[in-house]
């Protein structure tokens, strides 16, 4: 048994893209469950571990990394036998870093600001502008894969797996209409094939998709 250790829940997106990962590199870990819905993010015991107090953390021999685009960068440089899913090639990866960056503070946030809103407070009206980012994510997603499998070219990389994780969760709020966003479609239907790939996802989208009431 390696010294890694994840934090997390299956239901997180976030928490997923690094399960995927560590699944894909096959790398043993120790699973230990934060039920975040429960607030066990905000115990002094974890606070101690992440101040940010979010999902996903990993912790490697003591050490701890936290954001889940940081975690799989680690994991792809540290222990990977290639550098296909996070490139050294200084191109390829900033290619790769711009993606991961993209679904850190685009993608992910669309979900995110409907979501904690929801959990944290009971607001169930998602008003139109947030209905619009979820769509421009998709529209935006559509461009980035253009006539490529993965949205960086041929090969699948981390990107894949964090945008991928992120996009088939915004199904949570909206759907992906297959007609407006086939490549999109095409996408996510290929990552699906991945081991793992459907984690805590049916769960995520189960608990918020009847709840919220959408403004168009
Ligand atoms: N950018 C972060 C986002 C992490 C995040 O927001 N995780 C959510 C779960 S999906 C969380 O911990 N939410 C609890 C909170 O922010 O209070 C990452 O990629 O790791």
Known sequence: MSGLVLYGLDISPPVRACKLVLRALDLDYQYKQVDVLAGEHFKEEFKKKNPQNTVPLLEDNGALIWDSHAIVCYLVDKYAKTDELYP??????????????????????SLRNVSIPYFYHNVTLVPKEKVDN?????????????????????????ADLCCGATASSLAAILELDATKYPKVAAWLERLSKLPDYEGGLKEYIELLRPVLTLEH
């Open 134 to 158: 979820i769509k421009s994510g998709y529209a935006i997603l559509e461009s980035f894969l253009g006539d490529n499998p993965y949205v960086t070219g041929s090969t699948l990389t981390v």
């Open 88 to 109: 050294k090639d200084l191109l390829a990866r900033a290619q790769v870093n711009q993606r991961l960056y993209f679904d850190a503070s685009v993608l992910f946030m």
